[in-house]
């Protein structure tokens, strides 16, 4: 899922709503950047970095290797509103100098499956939310994308590659 928080206004909301983030209308897009990638996660109003190990395990250490960083421009920040109620792991904790985890926003999520019935919104699926898919385009299209750009490649991999091996195992 991804969405232009200053673009679309009240059509990106539907598209995220039931994942507890909530984008930014009329926010200013920013330049490009590369974040750090670390992950976590809310636990008792505390929030706490995520295990390694899993589905975000395999996410981040996947078989098509480690991804340490994350590039993206023209992005804006999302509000979370319940994000980690319903199972968001935080990919990313700085956003232009600013703590996102301490002013309640995000630029990366990912929710790894987590049962309906246990409270979960994924069920046995995944996803990864982002602001925007310039971190997916590669360099002939889209503003120049950054597809071939530090981790980015991995990270998709790694997300495709454990969602579609969990679908074999499943069966």
């Given at each position: 899922?991804?969405?232009?928080?200053?673009?679309?206004?009240?059509?990106?909301?539907?598209?995220?709503?039931?994942?507890?983030?909530?984008?930014?209308?009329?926010?200013?897009?920013?330049?490009?950047?590369?974040?750090?990638?670390?992950?976590?996660?809310?636990?008792?109003?505390?929030?706490?970095d995520?295990?390694?190990?899993?589905?975000?395990?395999?996410?981040?250490?996947?078989?098509?290797?480690?991804?340490?960083?994350?590039?993206?421009?023209?992005?804006?920040?999302?509000?979370?509103?319940?994000?980690?109620?319903?199972?968001?792991?935080?990919?990313?904790?700085?956003?232009?100098?600013?703590?996102l985890?301490?002013?309640?926003?995000?630029?990366?999520?990912?929710?790894?499956?987590?049962?309906?019935?246990?409270?979960?919104?994924?069920?046995?699926?995944?996803?990864?939310v982002?602001?925007?898919?310039?971190?997916?385009?590669?360099?002939?299209?889209?503003?120049?994308?950054?597809?071939?750009?530090?981790?980015?490649?991995?990270?998709?991999?790694?997300?495709?590659?454990?969602?579609?091996?969990?679908?074999?195992?499943?069966?």
């Amino acid at each position: 899922s991804a969405f232009a928080a200053s673009a679309l206004g009240d059509l990106a909301q539907a598209t995220v709503e039931w994942l507890g983030v909530r984008p930014a209308p009329a926010a200013a897009c920013q330049p490009g950047m590369v974040h750090r990638v670390e992950a976590c996660f809310a636990f008792g109003g505390r929030f706490l970095d995520a295990f390694l190990e899993g589905d975000v395990g395999a996410l981040l250490r996947g078989p098509f290797g480690g991804v340490a960083s994350f590039a993206n421009k023209h992005e804006t920040v999302f509000d979370l509103h319940g994000a980690f109620d319903c199972g968001a792991v935080q990919l990313t904790k700085r956003f232009h100098g600013c703590d996102l985890l301490e002013r309640g926003k995000a630029n990366l999520l990912f929710y790894p499956p987590w049962p309906l019935e246990r409270g979960g919104v994924t069920g046995r699926g995944r996803v990864l939310v982002c602001a925007n898919f310039h971190w997916l385009a590669d360099l002939l299209h889209w503003d120049g994308g950054l597809f071939h750009v530090d981790d980015n490649a991995k990270l998709l991999c790694n997300f495709v590659g454990s969602a579609l091996a969990a679908r074999g195992s499943a069966a």
